[in-house]
């Protein structure tokens, strides 16, 4: 059989995903989404790329994150995404929430990088042409730019929500305080930021801690009305059994691009050795365990503090694993208590120092 026509989505996709509210909004996102980060550039087998989407939304994955500069090389996986679109999901656009971003370097000279409306609105253009989309539904900022103002940044969003080419807008890295004052902008002008998409995981709670102004970026996301979304909620790899017996060869770490040998330090593998034994006692992998926790319920928000956990997957057997997490979701005082004392910060938030680069919006 053609593989192109061959794709008739699970019947049963929509069985036993939960979609969960993001923020205010009437927008719902299922528990685990399912990124492009890695693993969908020019590197990886179409084929494979293709199998894990076909996975991903028959077992009700309803949402694919990108970015312009996803790949390699830069614009490589919205192409093959684009591809993979047209053959297989097109007929089901519908029933999808594809989001893009700009922020961080796309091409060369001033234009290329930061939160002008310039970049902003150029780089939209040519993600929904590399995808062959009319819009998408949700197009972020991918980092915050301390040489442009906020508002011309959240007057560009605004404009982009009104031209149609995306039906809601969030940011991505903003600190807690730079959140707050975004989202008071963009509530002003009509256009609420719809969702806040940082790195999140057991061994990298950055979101938790107290800003400048005594509020974590959780709860200031979630007071301004904003949903989560948790990017990294493995640590890259870090928390499943990747790197339990050394570096495979097939592996995120091996390819030394974002996940570099100091993330996995004797200290760090130690560390995910006890929380793997954790993990095994509740009857789930790491992984599984790892996924479990930043959905937890936690704080004022209960199971709405973090939305959906945004994960990678190189194979479709990961990604069956990843999903499985869906099983259970709860946790033990004890579990909670047990895991709070062998974890420690792994030193793999990369993002920070964008974070740190603008903490008001002056
Ligand atoms: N906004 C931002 O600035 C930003 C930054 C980073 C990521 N993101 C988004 O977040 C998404 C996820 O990021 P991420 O890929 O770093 O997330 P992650 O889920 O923490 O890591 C995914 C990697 O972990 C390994 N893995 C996944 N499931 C596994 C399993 N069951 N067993 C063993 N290994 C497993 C795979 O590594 P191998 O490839 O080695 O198999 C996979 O590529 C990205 O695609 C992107 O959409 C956003």
Known sequence: MNTLDAYVPAPDRYESMPYRRVGNSGLKLPAISLGLWHNFGDDKPLETQRAILRRAFDRGVTHFDLANNYGPPFGSAETNFGRLFAEDFKRYRDELIISSKAGW???PGPYGFGGSRKYLMASLDQSLERMGLDYVDIFYHHRPDPETPLEETMYALRDIVASGKALYVGISSYGPELTAEAARFMAEEGCPLLIHQPSYSIVNRWVEEPGEDGESLLTSA???GLGVIAFSPLA???LTNRYLQGVPEDSRAAAQKSLSGDMLSAENIEMVSRLNDIAQERG??????ALAWVLREQGDYGAETVASALIGASSVAQLDENLDTLGNLEFTKAELKAIDDVA???????????TASRVHGE
């Open 284 to 289: 789930q992998s790491l992984a599984q365990m």
């Open 236 to 238: 890259q790899g870090l």
């Open 105 to 107: 370097d796309m091409w």
């Open 222 to 224: 979630a007071d301004n």
């Open 344 to 354: 420690r910060d792994a030193g793999i938030n990369i993002w920070a120092d964008a």
